[in-house]
Structures are given as structure tokens and as C-alpha cells.
Nanobody, 115 residues
Framework: QVQLVESGGGLVQPGESLRLSCAAS????????MSWYRQAPGKERELVAS???????NYADSVQGRVTISRVFAKNTVYLQMNILKPEDTGVYYC?????????WGQGTQVTVSS
């Protein structure tokens, strides 16, 4: 059984930083690709960043240079460091795990960027 628990969301002002965490449990975590998605009000869920089990990363163009995804295997945790936040970064951020043809989602954490 895989469980994903996100934390770290909140209300910040434009230009500030935030770090999201996703704590994963389950036997397939170590072989999984872990990703962060976000969904803004009225919009479809979109990929923000992903990291494979070998450490390869991928970023959406809209966050390139401002966001870093990382994972600590010993803690089964994936982080999303977001800097220079913009109002358009507002949304619910979801952690996703993909492995052996299976996909799991966390419950989401709200990020609001507003002055």
C-alpha cells in the first residue's frame, strides 16, 4: 500500500520562497518516479517537476530556474523548493508516485501567492 502525504503549503507574498515535502510509504517508493503537479482554480492539473529513481529531473518551462525538486531516499521524501514565487504559482500542489504501471496521488497542499 502506497501513501503520500504532502506538507509545507501556505500563504506567501510574491518573491518569497516555500518548500513542499512529500513523505511516501510503500515498497515501491525506491524505484518510483516522483513528481509534483499543481492545479490552479478553473485550470487543469499540470506537471511542475519530476525526479526519477536515478535522479534525473524534469521541470515545466514556467518554473525552470525558480524551482528545484529533490529526493532523499533514506527518508522516502521528495521536496519541492520554490523560489521567487509569483501569483500564477497559486494552486493546490499534489505529489505523485509512478512505478510498475501504477500511479498514486497525495491529498494536495494549498499554495497561495498574494500580496
Amino acid at each position: 500500500q502506497v501513501q503520500l502525504v504532502e506538507s509545507g503549503g501556505g500563504l506567501v507574498q510574491p518573491g518569497e520562497s516555500l518548500r513542499l515535502s512529500c513523505a511516501a510509504s510503500g515498497s515501491i517508493v525506491s524505484i518510483a518516479t516522483m513528481s509534483w503537479y499543481r492545479q490552479a482554480p478553473g485550470k487543469e492539473r499540470e506537471l511542475v517537476a519530476s525526479v526519477t529513481n536515478s535522479g534525473s529531473t524534469n521541470y515545466a518551462d514556467s518554473v525552470q530556474g525558480r524551482v528545484t525538486i529533490s529526493r532523499v531516499f533514506a527518508k522516502n521524501t521528495v521536496y519541492l523548493q520554490m523560489n521567487i514565487l509569483k501569483p500564477e504559482d497559486t494552486g493546490v500542489y499534489y505529489c505523485q508516485l509512478r512505478a510498475v504501471g501504477l500511479v498514486y496521488w497525495g491529498q494536495g497542499t494549498q499554495v497561495t501567492v498574494s500580496s
